[in-house]
């Protein structure tokens, strides 16, 4: 069993974190022992100094605290894409940092394995070094697989454009079943977000005053735990919340489309077989079934810091240093955006020109089709715009799309240098 959640992230952005802790504490009501659940988790939210409770991570308005009790197995820089591939590949050789468990599994265990982060077309984030890439996720996984040490796989995957990591990689045939918060090209959504109003109200409950302006979770991962949280896991199947959690995270203009991949047949197996049981004595179920089908407000993933920023100006008192630094902090986020977004216009019109560069950049391959032919060339370029323009933060990691697009028209490593630095000189 696998638990592996990846976020670095200030309180605004705390539901990575609280996505995790919930996730570890349904797989302990279930029945799981820590041996068996390995968790990955940067742990920077419980005592953030913005963290109104201090100790504690909620999950839901309702204020269960999640992150008491949860192990930890992997933190700070260990959280990290090679530490996380070996420790999926059982190699306690490559660890380096952290407890040392992996996933010593055998050919008759199923493993269960939960990812949570930032996201672009065809990467994850880590906290840590690398960027996970879509190919080396699904080579570990068709490595796992050929080491005959596991029966079958689910993987749920939490994630802007999180659909790319799989859409075209991932085979039939390796007893995987995958389920992705999003399709190749869309956004992810976090929700329980902010204060209703009488126009735009908290559809169950909001979260609680201290936390305005914070997402608690993330759409479709509060949509898969919630559910765990409430149906008879050893009668329910993996197929059967698929289909609820799909219908609550496509919540009409503010939600996204759940994807799946790989074997559907492994998706009839029931979900005490990863999840283990629902305790009937449990205390983190935190939604009836009411509150399960409707969130509260839901924010683009690559909105949420600009939400709580404005609702942190909002909230501040006139005259007050809190809100005029925090006006500066909205008008540097703004400027990053407009930076990146500039950049990316110039190299596009410097490559395909003014009229075909937008075109070129943002055209997105047909389901079924990987994001690029070349992943060495897609990594070897990310490296090169990013060392010109400078790292791509969450909101600019939509773009490494653009960046496959110039792979995939046959642009060298030469000519992407040069104009990467000409485009991002100013």
């Excluded at 306690?92 to 672009?120: A, E, M, Q, R």
């Excluded at 110039?406 to 990467?420: F, L, P, Q, R, V």
Aim: hydrophobic share 35%.
């Amino acid at each position: 069993m696998k638990l592996g959640g990846v976020a670095k992230t200030p309180l605004l952005l705390r539901e990575f974190w609280a996505d995790v802790c919930h996730a570890y504490q349904l797989l302990k009501d279930g029945g799981l022992k820590d041996e068996n659940i390995i968790v990955f988790m940067y742990d920077d939210i419980a005592k953030n100094r913005e963290n109104p409770r201090p100790g504690v991570i909620i999950n839901s308005p309702y204020g269960h605290d999640v992150y008491k009790g949860v192990p930890k197995d992997y933190v700070g820089e260990d959280v990290n894409a090679k530490n996380f591939y070996n420790v999926i590949l059982a190699n306690k050789s490559g660890i380096v940092g952290g407890s040392g468990k992996v996933l010593n599994s055998g050919p008759n265990d199923h493993i269960f394995i939960y990812y949570t982060d930032h996201g672009g077309p065809g990467i994850v984030s880590m906290p840590s070094g690398e960027y996970v890439f879509a190919n080396d996720l699904v080579d570990v996984l068709k490595k796992k697989h050929a080491s005959g040490t596991y029966d079958r796989l689910v993987f749920y995957l939490e994630a802007c454009e999180s659909g790319s990591m799989f859409d075209g990689l991932l085979p039939e045939g390796l007893d995987i079943f995958v389920m992705t918060a999003s399709k190749p090209d869309e956004d992810s959504w976090a929700t329980y977000c902010g204060e209703g109003t009488p126009d735009d109200p908290c559809l169950v409950k909001c979260p609680p005053p201290e936390f305005q302006g914070v997402c608690l979770g993330d759409l479709y991962s509060v949509a898969w735990m919630e559910d765990s949280d409430v149906q008879d896991r050893d009668a329910d199947t993996v197929q059967g919340q698929h289909i609820r959690v799909a219908n609550r995270t496509a919540d009409g203009d503010y939600g996204s489309h759940v994807s799946v991949y790989g074997d559907i047949v492994v998706s009839f197996d029931r979900l005490s077989t990863y999840m283990g049981e629902i305790s009937t004595n449990h205390t983190h179920a935190s939604v009836d079934a009411i509150s399960f089908s409707k969130s509260s407000k839901n924010v683009d993933q690559r909105n949420t810091e600009l939400f709580y920023l404005f609702t942190k100006h909002q909230n501040a008192p006139e005259g007050s240093d809190e809100k005029y630094e925090t006006y500066m902090k909205i008008n540097e986020v703004m400027s990053q955006r407009s930076q990146v977004e500039n950049k990316v216009k110039h190299l596009e019109e410097l490559l395909f020109g003014v009229e075909k560069g937008e075109e070129v950049l943002h055209s997105v391959r047909p389901a079924g089709q990987p994001l690029v032919d070349n992943w060495d060339c897609l990594k070897s370029y990310v490296k090169i715009f990013e060392a010109h323009c400078g790292r791509l933060t969450p909101y600019g990691r939509k773009h490494v799309r653009g960046i496959a697009n110039i792979c995939n028209a046959g642009i060298t490593s030469e000519k992407m240098a040069a104009t990467s630095a000409q485009a991002c000189s100013s």
